[in-house]
C-alpha cells in the first residue's frame, strides 16, 4: 500500500502522514450541537470522517482512536428550550437519540470514544483555572476570556494575522473584553439557565474550549489528526490551538488539520440560519441511507457539493445497478484497490474504480466480484441484503413523484376554495399511502413517512 497523504489545513499542503505512534493512531473529530435535527450539511462532516477512520484502521488496524464530541451545552440549546417550552436534558436526550439514529443510517461506524461536554465540566473549569494562573486569561465580572494577544501563533490556521481576521468576520463586542478578538472561555448563568459552580460564580463553559478540553483527555496533548467542517477554521479551531497550545507550552495542538467543504443547496451553504436545510432523516426516508452516503462522497471531500434530486436520483441508479451483482461473502481484502484514497482520501477516485470493478465482474470474472462487494462494503455500501433493498424500493416507489406533487396541487387548490373537507381527505389518502405532507411557510412539501 502507498503512504497516506492529507491535505493539511496547517500547511495548507498534501503532506504524508505520519503518525506520532503508528500503535496509537488518534483522530478527533467536533461533533454535533444537539439542539435541532441534524442536517445533510451535517452529515457531510459524519460521513467524511467516518471514511477516514475506516481509511486509517485499513492502515493500522485496531490502533486507531476516533474520538467525536457532543457538544450538549451552549446557548442555542438554551434557545431551543425556551422557545419549545421543553427542558434542556428533554431537548438534548432527543436530538442525541435522533443523531445517533441518522448515523446508523449512514452506516457510520461507532467512535472510540463519545464524550459529552456536561460530563466534563469540572475538567474544564481546570483548565481555565491554569489558563488564568499562566496569565493566558482574565476574569471579568463573572465572565472568563483568553487573551489572544499572549498567544503569538493565533491565526496560523487561517493564515490571516490579527487585523484582517477582525476585518473580515462578526466578533462578539463586549465592554467587558480587554481586547476584541478576546474570546470566553466561562460565562454566568441565569437562576433559570443550567449552570456549574465555578471559582468565577455559578456559570458554563464557552464552545472551545470542549474540544480542547475532551481531546486532551482521550487523546492527549498532541494527538494527529483534528477535523471538522470549513466553518470551523475560524473561531472554533483556531480557539482551541490557541488554548491548548497555550495551557501545555506545546507548540502544536493536532498535527494534522482535516476540513470538509460545504454541502450547498443552489450554491449556498446548508444552514439552519438560511433555513435551506434537509434533515438527515427526510433525505434517508425519501432516498435510503446508502444512497445520501455515496452523494455525500461523491465529491472530494475538501470541494463544495451542491445537494439536488439529480445528484440523489443518479446515486440511487448506482447503487440500484450495483445490486445486481450483490452478494454475500466473505470479505476479502481491498489494500490493492485502496490507493485513490490514501490520495487524500479521494472517493471519487475509488468510487471510479468500484465501477470498473463492476464492469469487469458483470461480463463474469468471479475475483472481480468479490472485490466489487468488498470494495462497497468497505466505503459503508451494502448494509442491507439485496432483498431489503428491493423492498425498500418497492415501497417508495409506490406512488411515483409528479402523481403526489399532482395531489398536494389538488389539495392547495380545494384550501384556497375552502374546501377543507376535501383537503384533509387528500392529505389522509397520501398519509394510508405513507406521504406525509406538511404546510410550511407558504409552500408544502412531502415526505416518506
Ligand atoms: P454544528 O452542529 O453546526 O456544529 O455542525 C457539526 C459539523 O457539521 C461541523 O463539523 C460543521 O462544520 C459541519 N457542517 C455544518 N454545516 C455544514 C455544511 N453545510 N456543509 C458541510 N459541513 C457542515
Ligand atoms: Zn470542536
Redesign the pocket.
Known amino acids: 500500500m502507498n503512504n497516506l497523504q492529507l491535505t493539511n489545513s496547517l500547511t495548507r499542503k498534501k503532506e504524508i502522514f505520519k503518525p506520532i505512534n503508528s500503535k496509537k493512531i488518534s483522530l478527533y473529530a467536533?461533533?454535533?450541537?444537539v439542539y435541532d435535527n441534524p442536517h445533510v450539511?451535517?452529515a457531510?462532516?459524519l460521513v467524511v470522517f467516518d471514511t477516514l477512520f475506516r481509511v486509517l484502521k485499513l492502515i493500522y488496524g485496531n490502533n486507531v482512536t476516533y474520538v467525536r464530541n457532543i457538544?450538549d451545552i451552549d446557548d442555542k440549546i438554551i434557545e431551543a428550550s425556551k422557545k419549545n417550552k421543553k427542558s434542556i436534558n428533554e431537548i438534548t436526550n432527543n436530538i442525541t437519540k435522533v443523531f445517533h439514529k441518522d448515523c446508523e443510517s449512514l452506516n457510520c461506524l461507532k467512535p472510540t470514544k463519545e464524550p459529552k461536554a456536561t460530563e466534563h465540566v469540572n475538567e474544564m473549569i481546570d483548565m481555565i483555572f491554569s489558563l488564568i494562573k499562566k496569565n493566558f486569561a482574565y476574569e471579568n465580572n463573572g465572565h472568563v476570556y483568553f487573551s489572544v494577544s499572549s498567544f503569538k501563533n493565533y491565526g496560523k490556521l487561517s493564515n490571516k494575522n490579527l487585523e484582517e481576521l477582525k476585518a473580515g468576520n462578526r466578533i462578539e463586542i463586549s465592554d467587558l473584553k480587554k481586547s476584541p478578538m478576546d474570546f470566553i472561555l466561562w460565562k454566568p448563568s441565569n437562576k433559570e439557565d443550567p449552570g456549574w459552580d465555578s471559582p468565577w460564580g455559578r456559570g458554563r463553559p464557552g464552545w472551545h474550549l470542549e474540544c480542547s478540553v475532551m481531546s486532551e483527555k482521550y487523546l492527549g496533548k498532541i494527538f494527529d489528526i483534528h477535523g471538522?467542517?470549513?466553518?470551523?477554521i475560524f473561531p472554533h479551531h483556531e480557539n482551541e490551538i490557541a488554548q491548548s497550545c497555550s495551557n501545555n507550552s506545546t507548540n502544536n495542538f493536532a498535527n494534522y488539520w482535516v476540513h470538509?467543504?460545504?454541502?450547498?443547496i443552489n450554491n449556498e451553504?446548508?444552514?439552519k440560519s438560511l433555513g435551506n436545510i434537509v434533515t438527515i432523516s427526510d433525505a434517508v426516508n425519501k432516498y435510503s441511507g446508502q444512497v445520501v452516503r455515496l452523494a455525500l462522497l461523491s465529491a472530494h471531500y475538501s470541494q463544495p457539493l451542491d445537494w439536488n434530486d439529480d445528484l440523489l436520483n443518479n446515486q440511487k441508479s448506482t447503487i440500484d445497478k450495483w445490486y445486481g451483482l450483490y452478494e454475500e461473502q466473505k470479505e476479502v481484502g481491498i489494500s490493492d484497490i485502496a490507493n485513490s484514497l490514501l490520495d487524500d482520501l479521494n472517493t471519487p477516485g475509488f468510487i471510479a474504480k468500484i465501477h470498473e470493478l463492476y464492469a469487469k465482474a458483470n461480463s463474469g470474472d468471479k475475483q472481480n466480484k468479490s472485490l466489487f462487494n468488498s470494495a462497497c462494503r468497505f466505503l459503508g455500501l451494502f448494509n442491507i441484503s439485496k432483498e431489503e433493498w428491493q423492498n425498500l424500493k418497492k415501497k417508495k416507489i409506490k406512488l411515483s413523484e409528479s402523481y403526489i406533487t399532482k395531489k398536494i396541487d389538488e389539495r392547495t387548490k380545494a384550501k384556497n376554495s375552502g374546501d377543507y373537507s376535501l383537503a384533509d381527505k387528500i392529505r389522509g389518502e397520501l398519509l394510508k399511502e405513507g406521504i406525509l405532507i406538511e404546510d410550511q411557510k407558504g409552500k408544502t412539501i412531502w415526505k416518506y413517512k
Open positions: 467536533c461533533g454535533p450541537t450539511g451535517n457531510r462532516s457538544t471538522g467542517g470549513l466553518d470551523l470538509n467543504g460545504f454541502l450547498t451553504k446548508m444552514s
